[in-house]
């Protein structure tokens, strides 16, 4: 009896075992009268071996003809091999050719650009380190969620149909709607201070749109974000929950993903608690001894956030941004009413952001200045407004960019192979 069986069970399992293999042939060569098979399947790669005289002539020959990625059910026997992969592969006695696939269009020569395996992202998200990359997100949010859940925060969703900018008008996505205006969301950070009276601590996993021009290897047009929202918190508790989650992130793909990270020759360099904290002036310091100069009160440049994210080995936050250089929404220290109580906290190498967070205005009077202060549309928050007339105590969160934490931890050059179908503003196909 052929039990069915996952390619990373063949290497627990002892000799001689009769297994069955479902998954798709990932190489294939010939070594005189054996042809070998790497076969891929949820779980990773196996070696299978097929001998003429064991699975007799006919199957040896549909060997010859099957091609790359097709589909295929292999029945045989677990082997001890050191040859192998692993030690260990499956000497084939049956083969069930399932769906054969036509020539595989991603060979060497036809990869002239990184864009053309992006257009063929519908296809090139089986290669090993596409592969990898998702494990790795996927663990990342994974331990999310078990975070999150050990804190006794309250997971919610909210709309992505929106009516109001969160993080500015100038990266908003307009849809119609029914002859109406309406935007795709740009945070759930709204919906999450609505939902702090009811439920205290939230948390949120969802995409958010920004309709960002910029041609960068940081920015993707509809992203995840991880955001979460704490009543009655100030911001040096904001911080403490995001550097804690950062690390169990960490230290959860230490401990279950090593071999996505050998695949990705990604090296991780482990960092304590708490992580560093340097001011936004303290920065621009940095970054004007380092050939950069802004003027106080502008968003820090992208050339400089690298800069600074390079000459550090462990992630930073980096504190107290300018109003002028923030939402609306950001409380503001009483003695220096332009900065705010804010943070991003900064990946190390040089991968920059991944996420941002501060306290907000939590008084009615002081919002609605806020508000009028800047030009806004006092129509357009009117509910948010409002929560600030029933009860609302000093609260403080922030958002963490998944793809962008997946970046930094599994090494990639671009954002875009952190997703497995990235919208930037060149691309919205696959
Ligand atoms: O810094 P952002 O804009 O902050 C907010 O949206 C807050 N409302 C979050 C909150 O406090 N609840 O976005 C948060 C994070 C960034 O730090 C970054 O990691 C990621 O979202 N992000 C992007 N990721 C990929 N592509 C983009 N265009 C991104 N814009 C933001
Ligand atoms: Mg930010």
Redesign the pocket.
């Known amino acids: 009896m052929f039990e069915r069986m996952h390619a990373s069970q063949v290497f627990t399992s002892s000799e001689g075992k009769e297994v069955e293999l479902r998954g798709w042939v990932a190489r294939k060569h010939r070594v005189g009268k054996v042809a070998f098979l790497i076969l891929r399947d949820g779980t990773g790669y196996v070696q299978v071996s097929a001998k003429s005289e064991k699975v007799g002539e006919n199957t040896f020959h549909s060997l010859s003809s099957l091609t790359l990625e097709s589909a295929v059910i292999v029945r045989g026997r677990v082997v001890s091999d050191k040859r192998a992969p692993g030690g260990k592969e499956v000497s084939m006695e049956e083969l069930e050719v399932v769906s054969l696939a036509e020539k595989w269009p991603i060979t060497k020569s036809a990869v002239k650009s990184a864009s053309f395996l992006y257009d063929m992202r519908h296809l090139s998200i089986r290669g090993p380190k596409a592969i990898a990359t998702i494990k790795l997100r996927a663990e990342i949010i994974r331990a999310a969620f078990s975070y999150f859940t050990s804190k006794g925060y309250t997971l919610i969703s909210a709309p992505t149909f929106v009516q109001a900018a969160?993080?500015g008008g100038a990266?908003l996505f307009e849809v119609d709607y029914f002859g109406k205006k309406a935007y795709l969301s740009?945070?759930?950070?709204f919906y999450?201070e609505a939902a702090l009276p009811a439920l205290e601590r939230v948390w949120i996993f969802q995409p958010?749109f920004?309709a960002?021009k910029s041609k960068t290897s940081?920015?993707?047009?509809?992203?995840w974000?991880i955001?979460?929202?704490q009543a009655f918190s100030d911001q040096s508790e904001n911080m403490k929950v995001q550097e804690e989650l950062l690390k169990f992130v960490f230290e959860s793909v230490v401990a279950n993903r090593q071999e996505e990270l050998r695949i990705l020759g990604r090296k991780l360099k482990d960092f304590s608690l708490p992580i560093p904290r340097i001011t936004y002036d303290e920065a621009r310091n940095i970054a004007s001894k380092k050939g950069i100069e802004f003027k106080w009160g502008d968003d820090i440049p992208t050339e400089a956030e690298r800069l600074l994210s390079l000459s550090m080995d462990t992630p930073f936050f980096i504190t107290d941004y300018p109003l002028s250089a923030r939402?609306f929404?950001h409380m503001t220290y009483s003695e220096r009413p332009d900065v705010t109580i804010s943070s991003?906290?900064i990946a190390p190498e040089g991968y920059g952001?991944?996420?941002?967070?501060?306290q907000r205005i939590h008084d009615y009077n002081a919002l609605l200045n806020r508000i009028r202060e800047q030009k806004l549309n006092e129509e357009s928050f009117r509910w948010y407004l409002e929560l600030r007339k029933y009860g609302m105590p000093p609260h403080s969160?922030?958002?963490?960019?998944?793809?962008?934490?997946t970046r930094w931890i599994a090494g990639l050059k671009h954002?875009r192979a952190a997703s497995l179908f990235p919208r930037t503003v060149s691309r919205i196909s696959p």
């Open positions: 969160v993080e990266t740009q945070s759930a950070q999450e958010a920004r960002e940081k920015h993707l047009t509809e992203f974000m955001e979460a929202e939402s929404y991003d906290l952001e991944l996420a941002t967070g501060g969160g922030f958002g963490i960019g998944v793809e962008r934490t954002i």
